[in-house]
């Protein structure tokens, strides 16, 4: 065996991405606790040793939000040798792991989540949404799997539409929708010719109701329905 064959784990990390009330594109973020200091990171693990990396992954969305069932796309692979060479992600990853790990790599997921679900994490202590441009320095290279994140959603919407709705609410306005794609596509669409062609997409059915107790124009609420996009097949917005 050549002596530079490398001897390494592997485990997932997971990228949530959710939608909040004042229409921005947020993520969720743990903590994790290193001596006296706390620091917030993705959610991720190493793979055990009788599982899949998909299964792996499917673990940490249940451990971190309690829901069974989620959205879940891998995206790509971080082994960069250096990535986990930071004293203090070393130090942290002998507290987690009760062994030393000298080099580590990791298979980045992407998820969605309506941010109205309750998250209930059976692992995190600390579990939070935060805003994608307020997003602080994270250890090893979480940042850079974040924005690698983002230019896959952006290829996810392009071939598959409906996955925009995962992140609305189950009622919205067109002016939800719009803010929503805007952030993902960062295309700029004129809002009136956005509403046009919203209005012509038979799977985007209008309700018999309207925002209450807003400061502005009170706007018709909206609903998906998934049954009438499979049949059409209708890709992205163009």
């Known amino acids: ?33 290193l001596d006296e200091e706390r620091q917030i990171k993705l959610p991720g693990s190493l793979i055990f040793s ?6 792996a992954a499917e673990r940490v969305l249940h451990e971190l939000t309690g829901i069974k069932k989620m959205v879940l796309k891998q995206f790509k692979c971080f082994a960069d040798p250096m990535r986990a060479n930071n004293e203090n992600d070393i130090k942290w990853m002998g507290m987690e792991y009760k062994h030393h790990i000298d080099r580590i790599i990791t298979v ?25 441009d307020e997003v602080p320095s994270l250890p090893f290279d979480h940042n850079k799997i974040i924005n690698e994140s983002l230019v896959e959603i952006r290829k996810w919407i392009e071939l598959d539409f409906s996955i925009i709705f995962e992140l609305l609410p189950k009622k919205f306005t067109i002016r939800q929708l719009y803010q929503l794609y805007s952030a993902l596509s960062e295309k700029y669409i004129d809002i ?3 509403h046009k062609k919203i209005s ?39």
């Open 192 to 194: 009136k010719n956005f």
């Open 200 to 238: 012509s997409f038979n799977y985007i059915i209008p309700l018999d109701e309207i925002e209450k107790n807003v400061s502005h124009r009170a706007a018709r609420y909206y609903k998906f329905d998934a049954k009438i996009f499979k049949k059409n097949n209708t890709k992205l917005i163009k």
């Open 108 to 132: 980045a997921y992407l998820s969605l989540c309506k941010i109205d679900h309750k998250i209930n994490s059976t692992k995190y202590a600390t579990v939070d949404w935060f805003p994608i």
């Open 50 to 55: 009788d599982e899949d990396v998909d299964d």
């Open 1 to 33: 065996m050549s002596p530079n064959f490398i001897h390494t784990y592997v485990s997932v990390d997971c990228v949530v991405f959710g939608f909040d009330h004042e229409n921005r594109l947020n993520i969720l973020l743990v903590e994790r606790h």
